[in-house]
């Protein structure tokens, strides 16, 4: 069987000038970076057309470890609507280092929905990851620079500094440090930490903003720490907003690629789902709705997730207004959450996926709160049986629920051609049904329990001490108005990554807050999430290899 690379570096590669010219893009407003990838620049951006289009959000069931194909299942989608006669984009995400060299070893799609050129997106790109890190980290330099060569003019609390450093890489020993080490002339010692790239709030900052003044703007709100009589202390005052605009001149740009079939995709933007808003750039879906007819766009993990803080964030900021969504559902993941073995699921089951089928309900019953009408893909393996995947259809056909089987991975368009009809259906017969779940004037408490209740199934948030202590402090600071972006596990519905499928009975515990105040959220931890991630026991690096002709093996 042919790995994902393989089929990647099989593929006919148009010019990337070729792909922008479907989109009515000419080559003198495109930022080449070679023959195959380009940068749009935000002028071609058209807000009167923009709202004219369909925006279709593919989400899914909570996923295995292994994740459930909504990269794949989006690309394959968009595929299927350009081969129906719809003029489609794809827009997603870029992506980041840690997951490539860890679990995922690749995050551009698979099989035969994939974007390319799949090499270079998946390491390094157009130095977007790059250019975060680096603005970032350039605070976290002014703001140690300030207590070491200033004098401390600001008065900063080095105890009460919140803001960390960031990298694109997993590693847990970097969660918590002592800087400043060594003697006066190395600066003032201090704990703090990192975080992964795409949990850094200048990522998340990209992702909302809508130019490059709004960028520097959200720069400049953001909140670094506080000083020793507790007043707040924003990036501004270091006056490191211009600096850290100016390393995301082209950053800020959304990139062009294509599929398999030469069609249009933008990647833009990296931030994960469940310890961060886990979609694409405002501006690159912008992007997407004003130089075609449909844009498929995916927010990562599962509907309480990435999906939420889509709708409820992303949309609201934005002023978008999806009309469509899909759920992407695997005959695997029915049977891990109907309570079969890990080590099993490839294994016939059909009393497991029976058992798993209520994860499925909670899902499509979250999409509904928005006012939306899902469309269930099941993202079939070769793996399925008949037996099994009848079951999930015939099941969502009793509930009203429009199903289609998604075979891209295998089939590229002509799998997707199903999913594509029933996708276009429902956004046609939708164009101002979409309605967020809750409004941002709510206290924080209220919004936290909504989200909890009706999105995770709980019956109740329970606060730490701390955390109580944090959201008093939000409301003195005028924060409390912000929309909410919860860290939890994206392993199970509820705050512990041990309640599979559909628990119930159960209470989501905040432990503490960040705080986004640029970006434009507040971050609740909920149970044992950490904002670095780890790598896993057996990690991708160890496969990906290079040959002496440059050759790059082991990306899947």
């Given at each position: ?155 900063l609390d080095p105890r009460k ?146 999906a939420e803080k889509f709708l ?245």
């Open positions: 069987m042919k790995t994902d690379l393989d089929i990647a570096k099989a593929a006919k590669i148009r010019p990337i000038t070729q792909v922008a010219a479907k989109l009515g893009v000419e080559e003198d407003d495109l930022y080449l970076f070679g023959k195959h990838i380009a940068k749009l620049p935000l002028r071609l951006i058209d807000p009167s057309q923009s709202r004219k289009k369909k925006l279709v959000l593919v989400t899914a069931i909570t996923p295995t470890p292994a994740g459930e194909g909504k990269t794949t299942t989006s690309i394959g989608l968009s595929e299927g609507l350009n081969r129906i006669g719809v003029k489609s984009t794809v827009v997603i995400r870029e992506p980041s280092l840690g997951p490539v060299f860890g679990i995922k070893g690749g995050a551009a799609g698979g099989g035969h929905a994939q974007v390319i050129p799949m090499e270079d997106i998946n390491l390094h790109f157009t130095g977007d990851m790059a250019a975060v890190e680096k603005a970032h980290n350039l605070l976290s330099a002014l703001v140690d620079n300030h207590l070491q060569s200033k004098s401390n003019t600001l008065n500094i919140v803001w960390k450093r960031v990298t694109d890489m997993n590693e847990r020993v970097l969660r918590n440090i002592i800087v400043g080490l060594g003697g006066p002339k190395q600066g003032v010692p201090r704990e703090t930490g990192f975080d992964i790239t795409a949990a850094s709030e200048v990522m998340a900052a990209l992702c909302l903003a809508s130019d490059l003044e709004d960028l520097k703007e959200k720069f400049g709100n953001i909140l670094v720490g506080f000083t020793y009589d507790d007043q707040p202390v924003y990036a501004r005052d270091f006056k490191a907003q211009g600096a850290m605009a100016a390393l995301m001149k082209y950053a800020i740009m959304p990139n062009l690629v294509q599929t398999l079939e030469g069609n249009p995709a933008i990647v833009h933007g990296g931030p994960f789902a469940n310890i961060a808003q886990g979609t694409n750039t405002l501006i690159a879906t912008r992007m997407g709705l004003s130089l075609s007819d449909y844009v498929v766009t995916e927010a990562g993990f599962a509907s309480e997730l990435g409820n964030i992303k949309c609201q900021y934005g002023g978008l207004s999806p009309n469509a969504s899909v759920i992407v559902a695997t005959i695997r993941a029915l049977k891990y959450h109907g309570g079969a073995k890990l080590s099993a699921l490839k294994d016939p089951d059909a009393e497991a996926v029976g058992r798993g089928l209520e994860t499925l309900d909670k899902h499509i019953e979250n999409i509904r709160h928005f006012k939306l009408s899902p469309v269930v893909a099941i993202n079939k393996f070769h793996t399925d049986t008949d037996q099994e995947v009848d079951l999930v259809k015939k099941h969502c056909e009793n509930q009203g629920v429009k199903v289609a089987i998604y075979e891209g991975w295998e089939k590229g368009w002509e799998g997707a051609i199903e999913l594509a009809r029933l996708v276009k259906e429902a956004a046609e017969s939708c164009t101002t049904c979409f309605e967020p779940l809750y409004d941002f004037n709510w206290d924080i408490e209220k919004k936290l329990h909504t989200i909890a209740t009706k999105l995770y199934g709980a019956d109740h948030v329970e606060y730490t001490v701390k955390a109580k202590a944090q959201i008093r402090q939000f409301e003195k600071l005028g924060l409390d108005k912000l929309p909410v972006c919860v860290a939890k596990t994206q392993k199970s519905l509820s705050d512990d990554q041990f309640k599979l499928g559909r628990p119930n009975d159960f209470t989501v515990k905040i432990r503490e807050f960040e705080v986004a105040a640029g970006a434009g959220f507040l971050i609740p931890i909920a149970g044992t999430i950490m904002r670095m991630p780890g790598l896993p026991g057996m990690p991708s690096a160890e496969k990906i290899d290079i040959d002496k002709e440059g050759n790059i093996t082991g990306l899947f």
